[in-house]
């Protein structure tokens, strides 16, 4: 608090009003991922608040915005269906256990993204490679424009004028006619102030600004001509509208559910996605905001924070989430850097539902829907077009696919699988540069000088590299220039001394680093005889025994 307190002066304007366009922005955002998740849009706005106002105070990268967002909004379809399904079979029944069920599975996301955060997990996140860094942005940006395409859509009435169903949900069809025409022309003005006012000042946040101004042209056309709303998506949507009350406590999930190994088994797995792709969102957002402001968050605290959040409104009634994406750019691209602008969102989110949910519901839709175009436009990385042709192909292949499967699936994945690819090629690729220069000494000893690193990938071409059966009977392997990285390097130069003694031949190694003697006299203490060292040994460390052999660098620094 202290930190929030002394870091506002310096940008207060700025962050005060970039946070309240992103309030304005969160609005259609967190209904739009409640509809999705089958709850009351009410839940959606209160998760929106929570999550904003404790990530903001307490979270590792100021000016990032969290809220309710559409990845897990997907996932917790399945559970609150589900949680129904039980509440429909009891004797009193519950029409909204699973809504119950939700805020339980809440607390449990929120222990292990605390967890994750107290263990130092999130450091995790700089392993991700840089192109699947830009087949994210480039997926998130398309996956952010087809959202808002759905907002040139209506809900298809019946001949009774309700909502259509067809295979278990509601038909949309698009805008016609003039409805249609003012909705383009309202979401273009929104873009051309957003991209021409900077150019005259930059006092004032041009994404506000567009807001505004679009939303006094539409409630002076309300009356005229049909446009869409705030107030009529919620009501469209089978909302009653945006207004509310404070967020409060949940005892019927104590009281209506029954905390036992069942309740465990079903909540878990539901826990378990949640978190994660709250996570991987949270961090590659954080990542994100560190290239646009080029300054660096802490991602543990991040972790322990969104964990933090989660587990208030599973407390308090609020759907849970995670870093928003879209609402982080339209902050920081609005000025928004410090913690105040994540804090003004939130607060000014919780005074709509309080006190302006009549003027809220005012503001057209178009206007927030041109924001998010712009922030599309800004989003995507246009160079990726230029670079493609240039960089390695294993890299291009890793953009496009991360990009595509974002769009297909969601970013959790896309980015688990990015991820895994190019570990498998950086992997192939190190694994094809084992070499062995051979060579006689007058003695007649046969040396195999071994360059090349010697890990599980590149076991099998070292093994393939002695002559067993016809070497000489001595034998020298000298690791000068290679380096030993994991168990299966340390098992594959046993396999082959092995090898060469069975056959009655005298191997010496040279140049192995102190662990990786360790870990070979530990399987065999016989090898104390064949290894020698030496002054010239490289010092580094073998992924195995880990505990036993790692020494903390700051221990190193002071001499211990």
């Known amino acids: 608090m202290y930190e929030l307190v002394r870091k506002t002066t310096k940008n207060a304007k700025n962050d005060i009003l ?91 996301v929120g222990v292990i993204q605390i967890s994750a955060g107290v263990f130092k997990l999130g450091k995790f996140v700089r392993l991700i490679p840089h192109s699947v860094m830009m087949g994210f942005v480039n997926g998130l940006a398309i996956v952010i424009f087809l959202s808002q395409l ?16 067809e295979n278990g949900g509601y038909v949309k ?5 003039s409805t249609m025409t003012i909705m383009i022309a309202l979401v273009f003005l929104t873009m051309a102030i957003m991209y021409f006012l900077p150019k005259i000042t930059k006092k004032i946040p041009a994404a506000l600004t567009a807001i505004i101004v679009v939303s006094a042209i539409g409630i002076a056309l309300l009356n005229h001509f049909d446009i ?83 587990i208030v409104n599973g407390l308090f009634g609020g759907m849970g989430g995670c870093a928003m994406i879209g609402q982080s750019l339209i902050n920081v691209n609005s000025g928004g850097r410090g913690r105040l602008s994540g804090v003004t969102a939130a607060l000014g989110l919780l005074a709509f539902i309080l006190f302006a949910a009549p003027l809220i519901e005012q503001v057209p839709i178009a206007a927030l829907v041109g924001v998010m175009f712009m922030v599309v436009i800004g989003t995507f990385a246009w160079s ?28 959790a994945i896309a980015v688990i699988t990015g991820v895994i690819v190019s570990a498998l090629v950086f992997a192939w690729e190190n694994a094809k540069r084992i070499r062995a220069r051979k060579k006689i000494k007058a003695d007649g000893t046969k040396v195999y000088e071994i360059w090349g690193p010697l890990f599980f990938g590149s076991v099998q071409a070292f093994i393939e590299k002695f002559d067993i059966a016809n070497d000489p009977q001595k034998v020298e392997i000298d690791f000068i220039e290679s380096k030993v990285t994991d168990h299966s390097g340390i098992e594959a130069i046993k396999n082959v001394v092995e090898k060469y003694e069975k056959l009655g031949k005298k191997v010496k190694l040279k140049h192995l680093s102190p662990d990786c003697d360790a870990l070979l006299i530990k399987a065999n203490p016989h090898f104390k005889e064949i290894i020698e060292t030496d002054i010239d040994d490289p010092r580094y460390y073998v992924v195995a025994d880990i505990d036993e052999v790692l020494i903390d660098e700051s221990e190193l620094v002071k001499g211990n």
């Open 173 to 177: 069809e698009w805008l016609t006619g």
């Open 384 to 411: 990726s077009f230029r670079i493609l042709p240039k960089i390695p192909k294993s890299d291009a292949f890793v953009l496009i696919l991360v990009s595509v499967m974002t769009v297909i699936f969601d970013l």
């Open 150 to 165: 759905d907002m040139f859509k209506k809900f298809k009435l019946d001949e009774q004028g309700n909502r259509l169903i």
């Open 228 to 310: 869409s709303t705030v107030g009529s998506f919620i009501r469209d949507g089978g909302g009653t509208g945006l207004k509310g009350g404070l967020p409060t406590f949940q005892s019927e999930t104590f009281t209506w559910i029954p905390l036992n190994i069942d309740t465990l088994k079903l909540i878990f797995p539901y826990a378990l996605i949640l978190a994660a792709v709250g996570l991987i969102e949270s961090l590659m957002t954080l990542n994100l905001i560190d290239e646009l402001t080029d300054t660096r968050g802490n991602s543990n605290r991040e972790c322990i924070a969104q964990g933090g959040a989660n």
């Open 18 to 108: 970039s946070g309240l366009t992103v309030a304005l922005a969160l609005v259609p955002e967190a209904v739009a991922f409640a509809f999705v998740a089958g709850i009351d849009p009410l839940v959606g706005l209160y998760g929106a608040f929570m999550m904003g106002l404790i990530t903001s105070i307490f979270g590792g990268r100021p000016g990032m915005i969290s809220g309710a967002t559409g990845a897990m909004a997907v996932v917790m379809v399945g559970l609150i269906k589900e949680g129904n399904a039980i509440g429909s079979q009891m004797e009193i029944p519950h029409d909204n256990l699973g809504l119950q069920y939700l805020f339980l599975t809440l607390l449990l």
